[in-house]
């Protein structure tokens, strides 16, 4: 699986847009790029995932380049509950691991 | 629907001491997987259930078996605790091994080897 590499901290203040970038330039074809998010040391939470097109869930929106090389995961209004260490990932379609790095920790700021 | 659930939430463990880590899930998923976390640090994969009845290693599977006793439960056993097993552990599950099929976490159990 490819390795991704994350800033290690970021502030946002609330009812502000979180941008939240992540690099993947070893990235495969086959390859999903997915987000995770872990609030205060409880289990991991999906947030959403893509392969080469944008995604938007209730959550969040993923943007993904068009050489795949990076993303962002935008939260578009943070709020005080959205601060967390956010995890990028990327797996193999035929891969079972989720290789967790040490993520980014983001503090939404009153 | 209580999704991915795990006990204990909390162990407090002797060196050499044996226990088990129950989790189970009630989402129909067919694949299941226990994690570690150290402190300060991102999941680590110790072992992995496919599909109900097989088993394989992770990245960091010495000091650990594993059971997928059925569909619903994979169980996590220490046969003799170490000191460096001290960490929180996370069993996730999810509908197939397909990678567009999310995982879904527990909530922990949190270990200490003295």
């Known amino acids: 699986d490819a390795k991704t590499t994350q800033p290690t901290s970021m502030d946002c203040a609330e009812g502000r847009a979180a941008n939240l970038p992540c690099n993947h330039s070893?990235?495969?074809?086959?390859?999903?790029v997915y987000w995770y998010r872990q609030i205060h040391s409880q289990g991991p939470q999906y947030i959403i995932h893509?392969?080469?097109n944008n995604e938007t869930n209730e959550m969040a929106s993923l943007i993904i380049t068009e050489d795949r090389k990076s993303s962002t995961l935008i939260l578009p209004h943070a709020t005080l509950r959205d601060t967390a260490v956010y995890y990028c990932?990327?797996?193999?379609?035929?891969?079972?691991?989720?290789?967790f790095g040490p993520g980014t920790r983001l503090s939404v700021l009153p | 629907n209580a999704g991915v659930t795990q006990t204990p939430k909390f162990q407090v463990l002797k060196t050499g001491q044996s226990m088990t880590l129950q989790c189970a899930q009630d989402?129909?998923?067919?694949?299941m997987y226990w994690y570690r976390q150290d402190p300060g640090m991102g999941l680590r994969l110790i072992y992995y259930s496919a599909s109900e009845g097989t088993t394989d290693k992770g990245e960091v599977p010495n000091g650990y078996n594993v059971s997928r006793l059925n569909k619903r439960e994979f169980s996590l056993r220490l046969e003799s605790a170490a000191p460096s097993q001290t960490s929180v552990y996370f069993c996730?599950?999810?509908?197939?091994?397909?990678?567009?099929?999310?995982?879904?976490f527990g909530p922990g159990t949190r270990l200490t080897v003295t």
């Open positions: 893509g392969l080469k």
């Open positions: 070893t990235i495969s074809g086959n390859e999903y």
């Open positions: 996730a599950s999810s509908s197939t091994g397909d990678p567009s099929y999310e995982q879904y």
């Open positions: 989402m129909n998923h067919n694949s």
């Open positions: 990932i990327v797996r193999a379609i035929y891969g079972q691991n989720f290789v």
